[in-house]
């Protein structure tokens, strides 16, 4: 099943790793779907990542990632809609 990212921004983003300077981070969808995007540490400046949040917080990497096509969904590239 997919979801739009509208969908996905409702639910909470989790922590997952960091690796290479790059924090990862999912989304569990109610029916099990897990989302997967990375946000690059040079973005935060001086924000502070929670190892949970809402989701809606981290929108900009979410999409980021849907446009340049590195979002996994359970683990494997998906194309969503951004409505």
């Known amino acids: 099943m997919k979801y739009t990212l509208t ?8 922590f ?3 690796r290479c300077n790059t924090a990862y981070y999912k989304v569990a969808m109610p029916d ?8 690059a540490l040079s973005d935060i400046g001086q924000g502070t990542l929670l190892a949970k949040d809402k989701a809606i917080y981290f929108m ?3 999409r980021k990632c849907i446009d340049s096509n590195e979002l996994l969904e359970d683990g494997k590239l998906c194309n969503i809609q951004q409505s």
């Open 7 to 14: 969908e996905i921004v409702k639910q909470k983003a989790e």
């Open 16 to 18: 997952e790793s960091l």
């Open 32 to 39: 099990g779907t897990v989302y997967s995007f990375n946000i």
């Open 60 to 62: 900009r990497w979410i």
